[in-house]
């Protein structure tokens, strides 16, 4: 139990960090797709607490850890709809928010008063009801078109099924006051494992989603530029990346913004809504950023055909 515990864990911390990785480097903070990196942040730090106060009860005992460990565990699933109402907020979306939500309480109650075998047939079907929850809002939300998410949606469906199975399972066993507990998938230790195949895949959903955004939006932005001025990856011959090239990228970027309030992030670069504007880029990025001619020669301007 332990080692499936900690298994737990070092996945939450992966998935997490993959997270982060993706949203701070790949996507940033801004855009449609920033609240939703707090939450899925939030998540991780839910889901590493509870595998952690896990293992306090597990050694130590306790009904408070227990119930602290098992609120922590839902609270995670609980920010997927959550974050999909922050995108995009719909009656479905809050509705889902709110009855994931009130799961949080219940099995944080249930894990308090009733006995262990008992608060864990409750947190099954809640984790069930959380995951449906997450589905719902998934599929009702303005992004429900892309592949990501209804690989989203269909992994929440099938953990909500195998919660649900759990769930009855543990129950019939208590109603009939069996002393033994299910095996095999339905173990506490088969539950953590199908548990770190649905974060995987939900971490890669959420990670492919937020790329997709990513990409359609500077396409779009770079589409309604005059200019763009892009910083290439390499120099022409080599075969590396070019040194520092997300720096220059947001160097770029930020000079742009400084001369041009039209002026939008691009791939690799600014898209700028002046022609003239190329130039009091390049002497702005010379003066206020420090850079060097060779480094200016690497920027191509190019004009957007219409």
Not at 225 to 238: E, F, Q, T
């Amino acid at each position: 139990m332990v080692a499936s515990v900690m298994a737990l864990s070092v996945t939450c911390l992966i998935a997490t960090g993959t997270l982060l990785l993706v949203g701070l480097l790949l996507v940033g903070r801004d855009g449609s797709t920033g609240t939703s990196l707090q939450y899925a942040a939030l998540a991780g730090v839910a889901e590493v607490s509870a595998s952690a106060i896990y293992l306090v009860w597990v050694n130590v005992g306790g009904s408070t850890a227990f119930a602290v460990a098992n609120a922590l565990m839902v609270l995670g699933p609980v920010m997927i709809p959550l974050a999909f109402h922050s995108l995009g907020p719909t009656r479905v979306t809050l509705w889902s928010t709110l009855v994931a939500a009130a799961g949080v309480v219940v099995v944080a109650a249930t894990s308090f008063l009733l006995p262990v075998r008992e608060a864990v047939v409750a947190q099954a079907f809640t984790f069930a009801i959380v995951g449906v929850c997450g589905a719902a809002a998934a599929l009702g939300s303005r992004e429900a078109h892309r592949t990501s998410i209804r690989v989203l949606a269909g992994t929440l469906c099938a953990y909500a099924l195998y919660c649900a199975t759990r769930g009855i399972a543990i129950a019939v066993a208590v109603v009939r006051d069996d002393e033994s507990v299910p095996g095999g998938v339905f173990s506490d230790t088969g539950a953590i494992a199908v548990g770190v195949v649905v974060i995987l895949l939900v971490t890669g959903a959420i990670s492919a989603f937020w790329l997709a955004d990513r990409r359609e939006n500077l396409l779009a932005a770079a589409g309604s530029s005059v200019v763009l001025v892009i910083v290439p990856g390499r120099r022409l011959g080599d075969t590396g990346r070019l040194p520092r090239f997300r720096e220059l990228v947001e160097d770029v970027r930020e000079a742009a913004a400084a001369i041009d309030s039209g002026a939008v992030a691009v791939f690799g670069g600014a898209g700028l809504s002046r022609i003239g504007a190329a130039t009091a880029l390049k002497d702005t990025l010379r003066i206020d950023h420090g850079w060097t001619e060779e480094e200016i020669a690497l920027l191509t301007q190019t004009a957007v055909e219409r």
